[in-house]
């Protein structure tokens, strides 16, 4: 069964230094790996995806994320944290051979410091 | 704005009450996911419906049910409900008829509160 990990439940970064928000995941065949934010008392926003192609995947608001096959990892960056990117982060792995379930990581509160 | 429409937004009711959320999709959204964010259990997997027939299920309850209609739009019922059932609900649709690109769309949430 596939299953996703983000090991911190908050990250902590000063405002313009660069961020990481990590994600591990377990898939039976290639992945479709996702990005989302959640706002407070908001639904879940898409941020960016890895389907194929470049392991580097830009999105919206100036992140990217790495997908890392041998790692099993898509980590999620952006080189220079804004006091607005404070937010809850959700990593989210869908099994295409499995189109039935996409299924979230636990969320990472991200914290800009000013 | 995402496109998808959940009512009702926020719902208080009694343990052992009967609820109802309604989700319509995207425009042209074949799929409806259902997931419960609580803040222990983060975002669970609950339902996933495509043009009206179930497609997979993940850790919902026996006492939940959901049904997704001939005009795309879904409702998720709960019933003898309890306090821990206390949640957000979220509605996400995806797979438009020309193809399908991934990603989810959620609605804002419907915020059951179980008193």
């Known amino acids: 069964a596939q299953s996703v990990a983000q090991p911190e439940d908050q990250v902590n970064v000063a405002e313009g230094n660069p961020l990481t928000v990590k994600c591990t995941y377990s898939?039976?065949?290639?992945?479709?790996l996702f990005w989302y934010v959640q706002y407070p008392n908001r639904g879940l926003q898409f941020l960016l995806k890895?389907?194929?192609?470049?392991?580097l995947v830009k999105g919206s608001y100036g992140f990217e994320a790495e997908f890392n096959k041998s790692q099993t990892s898509f980590h999620l960056k952006k080189p220079s944290a804004l006091v607005s990117d404070s937010a809850l982060y959700f990593c989210?792995?869908?099994?295409?051979?499995?189109?039935?379930?996409?299924?979230f990581g636990k969320g990472t509160r991200l914290h800009i410091l000013p | 704005d995402s496109g998808v429409t959940q009512t009702p937004k926020h719902l208080i009711t009694a343990t052992g009450q009967r609820v109802t959320l309604r989700c319509s999709p995207r425009s042209g959204d074949l799929s409806v996911y259902w997931y419960q964010q609580s803040l222990d259990q983060g975002l669970q997997f609950l339902i996933h419906y495509y043009n009206g027939e179930e497609r997979a299920k993940g850790n919902i309850l026996e006492r939940f049910s959901a049904q997704q209609f001939p005009d795309l739009h879904s409702e998720l019922n709960l019933s003898s409900l309890e306090l821990g059932d206390s949640a957000l609900y979220f509605c996400a649709s995806s797979v438009r008829a020309g193809g399908n690109t991934g990603e989810l769309f959620f609605g804002e949430g419907s915020r059951l509160t179980v008193l």
């Open positions: 890895y389907i194929t192609g470049d392991n």
């Open positions: 898939v039976s065949g290639n992945p479709y």
């Open positions: 989210a792995v869908r099994d295409p051979n499995r189109d039935d379930k996409i299924i």
